[in-house]
């Protein structure tokens, strides 16, 4: 595979360069723009976007956001000069052209995951790499569902559970994972502490991934649940977990409200910085409560709060 990378085509030109590349020079794939993981989480979540159809309106702040970078790949190199010089000959645009291997895209991906260490000796690990001899553990196969560890949202809901760990211990637990995603809270807290733990979310290929996970933590069969949101009837649980965002926190604070014990304790991410005052204002309306914990991760708050 050649790949053909143009230097500053400006936002004008990518239209016609790429029609160009398809249409005449047999190109196979165009990488367009540039724009960090991180950048695309904060936008989703200043917008409120949570699943489903992504709108027009947040696309093109993405896009807007995006840092042109344009590579054009081609299966003949002939293809990739021929593409190369047109471009420098029609918009006077310089390129260069370099050979990569043909990469098996089954294996490539799992490069982008590595054991997370957390606290002194808790790891995220992923399913196909090997735990640890001594120390505590859970293995985690990234799939459709949200949460392997890497992501602040995920970590700060990880450590306050580590924070709370001794506690929570010395007593029997009924849990709420409340928008599961991949199901990484619930397990790391049957595995560190004791008790239930409830999987509930929207998405029936998260609970699916939740449930992969949970058979290769081989977790006990009695210790847990899964619930769709549409089936989902609160009962009274001593912990939850909510890595959701703001809109949904806030749509969803009638459910959690009848859901958490008195003295119980809700574990809340997928906040930025600057939405902590609209939530806890919000909260203050639905339940009394003391704020117990506060973590920052980059831009992203986890909030503990302990019902009164």
């Known amino acids: 595979m050649f790949k053909v990378h143009v230097f500053n085509p400006g936002h004008p030109l990518l239209e016609k360069l790429c029609a160009m590349a398809f249409s005449n020079f047999h190109c196979h794939a165009v990488m367009e723009n540039q724009l960090e993981e991180i950048d695309v989480d904060t936008i989703l979540a200043e917008d409120s976007y949570c699943g489903g159809d992504v709108p027009e309106h947040v696309l093109q702040k993405l896009d807007d956001a995006a840092t042109p970078n344009p590579a054009y790949y081609f299966a003949d190199q002939s293809d990739a000069a021929q593409f190369s010089n047109w471009a420098k000959e029609t918009f006077h645009l310089k390129s260069t052209i370099v050979e990569e291997p043909i990469k098996d895209w089954n294996q490539e991906w799992k490069k982008h995951y590595a054991p997370i260490l957390l606290g002194r000796n808790f790891w995220i690990v992923p399913a196909w790499e090997k735990p640890p001899l001594n120390d505590q553990y859970i293995m985690i196969n990234p799939g459709q569902g ?29 849990t709420l994972d409340f928008g599961c995603g ?81 003295d119980g304790l809700l574990i809340l991410s997928g906040i930025l910085d600057g939405q902590i005052d609209e939530l806890l204002d919000h909260y203050h309306a639905v339940f009394p409560f003391k704020e117990e914990l506060r973590l920052m991760r980059e831009k992203w708050v986890t909030l503990v709060l302990r019902r009164l």
């Open 146 to 174: 949200f949460g392997t560890g890497s992501h602040p949202t995920t970590n700060g809901c990880l450590e306050a559970l580590l924070h709370y760990q001794t506690l929570l211990k010395s007593q029997q637990n009924t």
């Open 182 to 262: 991949s199901g990484i809270l619930g397990i790391a807290f049957l595995k560190l502490i004791n008790g239930t733990v409830d999987f509930c979310d929207i998405d029936q290929n998260a609970l699916d991934n939740c449930y992969d996970n949970i058979k290769i933590n081989n977790l006990d069969t009695t210790s847990y649940t899964l619930i769709t949101r549409q089936d989902f009837r609160p009962r009274s649980y001593s912990v939850i977990f909510a890595n959701i965002l703001l809109n949904i926190l806030i749509e969803e604070s009638d459910i959690i409200r009848s859901a958490l014990k008195t």
